[in-house]
């Protein structure tokens, strides 16, 4: 079945630093990918909704600046904090969709999360 | 708007018993299609069961089957002989338009 791999599956950063999170889909072509965010027991939060090849969109609220995110081929999206602040530490969660083919609303699959801590 | 609401933030039910999680959920599409999601301790988001609105019949996969109502709105989960690995957070979700809305989750507790 389609598998989608995160990386890091945790990471501790210092303030004011970068990191950088990867969601690679392993055997399928991911057309469209999503980045949640998801706080201690609650629900996941959409940040943003990325294309193969082109700019990212992202729900409203959320900085683009702050969380970049480039889709660069058909196989990997990544996800940048930028100068990240004690309060971006979260549970990041991706979501790949498969490309082409089959019914529509089918082929999502999800990555295994990144919990970043940042101190 | 879309939405979906689960009203039992947390159940639990005693190995090998049935233990139903409710969920209602609203949208203004007329296609779209409904998925209980399973989050373990691990946060590995796992699919249980998925149903397409235009199906009248209820999706069944081994233990976990869904009753769904469209008129009502409502897509409860029914899971049998409850495993103690069915311990998690339960989400229920649907699809319109390429984006997921979830819940907010049931977290279920399986008593030994």
């Known amino acids: 079945g389609a598998v989608v791999s995160q990386h890091p599956s945790r990471v501790i950063c210092k303030s004011g630093t970068s990191v950088k999170i990867e969601c690679r889909s392993l055997?399928?072509?991911?057309?469209?990918m999503f980045w949640y965010r998801q706080f201690p027991k609650q629900s996941l939060m959409l940040m943003a909704t990325?294309?193969?090849?082109?700019?990212?969109?992202?729900e409203q609220g959320v900085e683009k600046d702050k969380f970049l995110i480039n889709h660069a081929s058909l196989t990997l999206s990544t996800l940048t904090v930028t100068s990240a602040h004690p309060e971006d530490s979260s549970f990041y969660i991706c979501?790949?969709?498969?490309?082409?083919?089959?019914?529509?609303?089918?082929?999502?699959?999800f990555g295994s999360g990144t919990r970043l801590t940042v101190v | 708007a879309q939405t979906v609401t689960q009203s039992q933030p947390e159940m639990s039910v005693q190995e090998a018993e049935t233990v139903t999680l409710s969920c209602t959920y609203d949208t203004s599409e007329n296609n779209y299609y409904l998925f209980w999601y399973k989050q373990p301790p691990s946060r590995q988001m796992i699919l249980v069961i998925r149903q397409e609105a235009y199906k009248q019949q209820n999706a069944t996969e081994n233990r976990f089957s869904v009753n769904f109502q469209k008129a009502a709105k409502s897509f409860s989960l029914k899971i049998s002989d409850s495993q103690l690995g069915d311990t998690a957070m339960y989400f229920c979700a649907f699809i319109a338009g390429n984006q997921f809305y979830f819940g907010t989750g049931t977290s279920l507790t399986v008593i030994p």
């Open positions: 979501s790949a969709r498969a490309a082409g083919g089959g019914r529509p609303y089918y082929g999502y699959t």
């Open positions: 990325s294309n193969e090849g082109s700019k990212a969109t992202y």
């Open positions: 055997d399928f072509q991911a057309t469209t």
